[in-house]
């Protein structure tokens, strides 16, 4: 969503003029042109600011970058226009944009093993040796029947009911339910779906 302001505006006497903008969230850009004419406008500076809301002792702001114009001559009695605009960054972009981060870093340094949950339901058996290979030992058939050792344990975990049971096939596809609410950002996600082999 975009927010503009435009005015314009004569400076008291001549001279170096400096520009500073400040925003809550999103980017802002000002924009001054030569004259009043805002067909040759050009940006005097910009900001980019994403809202840390973590709560977690993180700092207030985090990937900022400040912009600021610099001198600018301007002279007495003339009139110049100024806008202002004001990009609001939604919830779904700082999503794509964390998800892009992390993804890069993961496949940046890929040395390990990755296992799909569809994979994993369609056959235990199979991605379980895939896994114990890859770490270089053996598969244990007792491994398929995991859930007969959780049932005999005291396990202090919200996940008990999960583990003292057979893999279940009830989330696959669950994430369709959120679909249409992710449809903005699929295309700028769908590289890395291809990479890890997401549906």
Partial sequence: MEHARAATFCPPVNGDYEFRISAGNGQVRLWLGSDEDPTDRVIAGQISVTRNRSGFGAPA?????????????????????????????????RLAKHHIDLMDIWLAVREWIETRYEDVVANLENEGRRV?????????????RFYECSR??????????????????????????????LAPIVPVLELYCQKLRCE
């Fill in 61 to 93: 702001d985090v990937n900022v970058s400040r912009q600021e114009s610099g001198p600018i001559p301007l002279e007495a009695g003339q009139r110049y226009y100024i806008e202002t605009v004001h990009k609001y960054s939604s919830g779904e972009e």
């Fill in 132 to 144: 114990t290979g890859f770490l270089g030992l053996a598969w244990p058939d007792e491994q398929r």
């Fill in 152 to 181: 005999t344990k005291t396990l202090y975990s919200p996940t008990y009911r999960d583990v003292a049971q057979p893999v279940y096939s009830r989330s696959v596809g669950r994430w369709r339910a959120y679909e249409k609410h």
